[in-house]
């Protein structure tokens, strides 16, 4: 295998300036000529939707593959608390560059400035969008939008649609897609799951995917691909992801040669409704949102046994508060999140299994009034209510830090592409802007900039030379064989017979991750990991039981292929956990922290981007650096008191 | 606690189908009702069987996956509940619990408890946006919009497409799923140029697939967004209304 350069192709020249200077610098595709390209767009969330939509509205011929059946059902939908930018509707000091600095500090200075730079600029652009197509985000009485504050930010620069914005957003991009779908631009092929890209001489020519239905498996050939596929938050299995969300067409990429990028960068989210017993599926996200209105406490005493409501505030300790005057609730996700385990490690958490912290609207209540309450946060407080039988205008929620994001994914340049040509990455599933830890409401931000925005001005440079070329025909030996081995792959799944579930290994594999490579990693818990993993791979081929054919829906073979995955991925993101000797984000090293426990950077040897290589050997994968230089942005311990 | 569950087992679409009965034991309150199926499922595989297959992915009332039929109610006894978020705790110990899929004509069944929801996106294909291809987009605050006509849009646009208002009408009509797709546009200002062409394209295209409306309410009781059947009267007056005005902006009188 050849060795991987990593270019970042950043432009050249000050750094408010590089993105009009390359959008003027890249090559252009000719309208009349657009539609003779074809791009396979795999996803349908807010990166893959918009995407999908704008390149079908530029006049290029564009096939959608989601597993699901219907694009609206990505995970995106999930999303709630609200979409950033910079605006400055709210007159209290945001810019820009101010968005910019906030992203970077909040990534605790593992991001690429100049990507950082070119999402905050565009988050103005997206806000518009949005608006056009009839997003219903909330509205002040003279019509105007209305913000909320966030996560990490000390100004209110959050646009929402009550708790339910990125279902907004998405049913957006999704209504622009299906104006194209009825134009013919693009063609959806839904429930069709991507099992393998496909190369030919090092460019990414299509994929294999396989038909959910019948379980036929064929091949989609194109001019370009973009992966629009999410996060692999699912690795760990309880997450706040939905049950079908996973990282295969990432790792299947990535066994093809992309490089994959920080993997060890997870979030914890801080709100999320604890986790019950052994049966539960996934965790509940409760939006960050609700810390603008809802204060975080413990019971100063930890054998206190009285209800929540009658405890008052002298015995309670308001953690997040006392410890960080100047963001108090609103820290960022990962501070929140460390001190919230803090408090439960130490033996002061509330709720029966006492794996819980308050999270407690009493004092807005009194203040606002419950309307107030119910208009910005309803269905928040339903979906809670359904989940536990408690009443969160009675009492306060009982919250816990989950898995809900991840920073890492596979390495994209300047232009959202990855180290093969051809290959473009969107999304959850790149690991560009965020660094080591996302704020809060720019998910959706960028999974938007990249599809509406960034994609498709740029990929117009990897097309342009190829006018006159057709995509490679779907016989050719490159896709038969890649059509082989998924053959293959499917096939030995189904004949293990073995005597275990797809979800037992599933769980267990969660568990050595939540517990040694979680929110907090140690050199001994990692090595664990690295231990325990290759063994429950090797177990999983041996005896998983996967019962039915592949001619027919076989939800349980679609799981073992997953999870199949997800061993071989898991191993890279503790490997990558063990190398990055330092404390940064959402990536804790008990080995590397302040004396105050916060996150101990060690900027002289680890300021850059860790982009792994895949070399047939999962024990031993090859280490590539791309060096962060901060120009723009002074480095500094981060700092929310 | 102790469920017998009687549940719809179909092998493929041409299949006769049959219903089947299981017991579970050991179920929690706090367990979710696909929790429940996914523990019977983890038994059924361990014994050599075929799980049974349903749609589902968010787990949190929002995706619009999960569609099962629960003692004969679309999503089950809770008001204002999908599937998933109906939690065991609202049964009884030793519940009988019948579970069936969506049942429609223009929902055929895919295997188990899964059934084919497409006619759906055919109908948001037909008409159920605003066309603002991406960059001409004015300033976000060019568009006053009343708060109220805002709050009115977000309470259609709430609707996540799952099908509980067709498998719960008497008729299988889809008109409060197509009344909030086209509400949510045509009642705001963006979605003014292109209102009644777009109002016509969506109903033309949902009576293709779908039955008629005779205003049994029945999709409102269903709706686990609680979507109002007020939505449907704008819809039909809407509807009238385009007739007339295709005619006026084609410049006859």
Known sequence: ?641 | MKVTLKLWRQDGPDAKGAFASYDVDDVSPDMSFLELIDVLNERLITDGDEPVAFDHDCREGICGSCSMMINGRAHGPELGTATCQLHMRKFEDGAHITVEPWRARAFPIIKDLCVDRSAFDRIVEAGGYITAPTGTAPDANLILVPKEVADAAMDAAACIGCGACVAACPNGAAQLFTAAKLQHLNLLPQGQPERWSRTVAMVDEMEQWFGSCTNHGECEAACPKEISIDFIALLNRDYIRAQFKQRRLAGQK
């Open chain 1, 1 to 641: 295998m050849s060795t991987i350069s990593l270019d970042a192709r950043i432009p050249e020249g000050p750094i408010a300036d590089k993105w009009d200077n390359h959008k003027f610098a890249v090559k252009l595709v000719n309208p009349s000529n657009r539609r003779k390209f074809k791009v396979i767009v795999v996803g349908s969330g807010l990166g893959g939707a918009s995407a999908a939509a704008t390149l079908g509205e530029l006049g290029y011929e564009v096939e959608l593959i989601t597993f699901h059946d219907s694009p609206r059902r990505a995970h995106s939908i999930a999303a709630q608390g609200g979409i950033n930018g910079a605006k400055n509707y709210r007159n209290d000091g945001d810019s820009v560059y101010r968005l910019f600095y906030d992203t970077v500090k909040g990534g605790d200075y593992r991001a690429r400035e100049a990507n950082v730079y070119r999402l905050a600029q565009v988050s103005v652009n997206i806000i518009d969008q949005c608006v056009a197509q009839g997003v219903p985000f909330a509205r002040e009485y003279g019509g105007l939008l209305d913000n909320r504050s966030f996560g990490g930010a000390q100004v209110s620069r959050t646009f929402y649609a009550r708790g339910q914005t990125g279902q907004q957003l998405l049913l957006g991009a999704y209504q622009a897609l299906a104006r194209q779908v009825h134009l013919g631009n693009v063609t959806l092929h839904n429930r069709t799951e991507m099992l393998d890209l496909v190369l030919k001489d090092g460019k990414a020519v299509g994929i294999v995917g396989r038909d959910l239905i019948n379980g036929e498996v064929r091949s989609f050939s194109g001019h370009a691909v973009v992966l629009a596929t999410g996060g692999y938050g699912n690795v760990f299995y309880l997450s706040t992801n939905a049950k079908q969300s996973n990282a295969s067409a990432i790792w299947r990429a990535h066994r093809r040669g992309a490089a994959l990028a920080n993997p060890c960068y997870t979030q914890i989210h801080p709100t999320c409704i604890p986790a019950s017993d052994d049966f539960q599926s996934k965790l509940t996200l409760m939006s960050e949102s609700l810390r603008n209105d809802g204060r975080i406490w413990v019971p100063k005493d930890p054998s206190d046994t009285r209800p929540a409501s009658q405890i008052p505030d002298a015995d309670r300790d308001y953690y997040l508060e006392r410890r960080y005057p100047a963001f108090g609730n609103l820290v960022p996700r990962d501070v929140a999140s460390r001190a919230s385990k803090k408090e439960v490690d130490e033996g002061r958490g509330v709720g029966p299994l006492k794996n819980g912290v308050y999270l407690d609207f009493g004092a807005s209540i009194d203040r606002l009034g419950r309307h107030a309450i119910e208009e910005r946060y309803g269905n928040l407080f339903q979906m809670y209510d359904r989940i536990t039988g408690e009443d969160p205008y009675q009492m306060p929620m009982r919250i816990y830090p989950a898995v809900h994001y991840t920073m890492g994914g596979l390495w994209v340049d300047y232009n959202l592409m990855s180290n093969v040509p051809g290959l473009y990455v969107l999304g959850e599933a790149n690991f560009s802007d965020h660094g080591a830890n996302r704020l809060g409401a720019s998910a959706l931000m960028q999974g938007l900039a990249d599809g509406y925005f960034v994609l498709p001005a740029t990929i117009g440079d990897y097309l342009a030379p190829q006018l006159g070329s057709e995509p490679i025909a779907t016989d050719d030996p490159v896709f038969s064989e890649a059509e082989a081995e998924v053959d293959d792959r499917v096939r030995a799944l189904l004949s293990v017979n073995g005597s275990r579930t797809v979800d037992w290994f599933h769980r267990e594999l969660g568990k050595t991750l939540w517990d040694n490579c979680g929110m907090a990693r140690s050199k001994e818990s990692l090595e664990q990991a690295l231990t325990d993993i290759p063994t429950l791979r090797d177990e999983f081929h041996k005896d998983v039981r996967v019962n039915g054919d592949g001619e027919s829906l076989n939800q349980s073979l679609e799981k073992a292929g997953r999870v199949a995955d997800f061993l071989e991925f898991g191993e890279l993101m503790v490997r990558d956990a063990l190398h990055r000797e330092e404390s940064c984000g959402g990536h804790f090293r008990v080995e590397h922290q302040t004396e105050e426990g916060e996150a101990l950077r060690d900027d002289e040897d680890f300021s850059y981007v860790g982009a792994w290589e895949y070399t047939g050997d999962l024990a031993n994968p090859t280490l590539h650096k791309e060096p962060l230089d901060f120009e723009s942005v002074k480095l500094a311990q981060r700092s929310y008191k």
